[in-house]
């Protein structure tokens, strides 16, 4: 099947993974603020001074949580799909999920997703790709917010780099300026990480 395929180019991390430790700088409102991180398996705590760590917990989360494993068979593959259109973005899939997901995969990849929420919607218009080994990871990124009634809420561009670290490639920066009620701009970059034992 086209989205199975697709998924199964994409890397990801084994259940066992033990995690890792780093330093940690955030850039946000104009500042750099240093600490450190200690992932659990897939779980940051972060240690940052001046109540910034709630933020930079939520992104490292974000990024861990799509590299860990899930059978197909148990994520996506649950649901019925069918397709519903072909066209410059690729083949158009639609899930029968509680999001009234909506899928493109262009080239045996993921070009778009789109998840319904009760406080609105959300597309994530994957723009490029990196290697890692034989399988994919996101690299740039645009994510386009809707509130309940469609209007446009707010465009986040996300750049992520990963690395090569022991056996496993992992995260060292994610880059993200949000475009909404202003421009934001933050940048999460880990350094000297070590995988657990």
């Known amino acids: 099947m086209l989205l199975k ?11 066992e993974f033990p995690g890792f430790r780093a330093g940690l700088a955030l850039y946000l409102g104009g500042a750099w603020y240093l600490g450190r991180v200690e992932v659990e398996g897939f779980r ?9 760590g709630g933020l930079a917990e939520k992104e490292l ?3 861990l949580g799509h590299r860990r494993f899930v059978p197909f068979e ?11 259109e072909e066209g410059p973005l690729g083949a158009g899939l639609a899930l029968e999920d509680p999001f009234r997901s909506r899928i493109w995969v262009r080239e045996g990849r993921l070009a778009l997703i789109e998840r319904h929420l009760p406080e609105g919607s959300f597309r994530i218009h994957l723009e490029t790709w990196k290697e890692a080994e034989d399988r994919l990871l996101p690299h740039r990124f645009l994510l386009v917010h809707r509130d309940p009634q469609g209007r446009l809420d707010r465009v986040e561009r996300f750049r992520d780099e990963y690395a090569p670290v022991g056996p496993y490639w992992l995260p ?4 993200v300026a949000v475009e909404g009620r202003g421009l934001e701009a933050m940048v999460l970059r880990l350094e000297n990480l070590e995988v657990k034992a």
């Open 5 to 15: 395929r697709a998924r199964e180019q994409i890397y990801t991390l084994p259940p």
């Open 44 to 52: 940051p705590q972060v240690d940052l001074p001046e109540g910034v």
């Open 61 to 63: 989360a974000s990024l």
């Open 74 to 84: 148990e994520g996506e593959g649950r649901y019925p799909i069918r397709l519903v």
């Open 172 to 175: 060292v920066e994610r880059e």
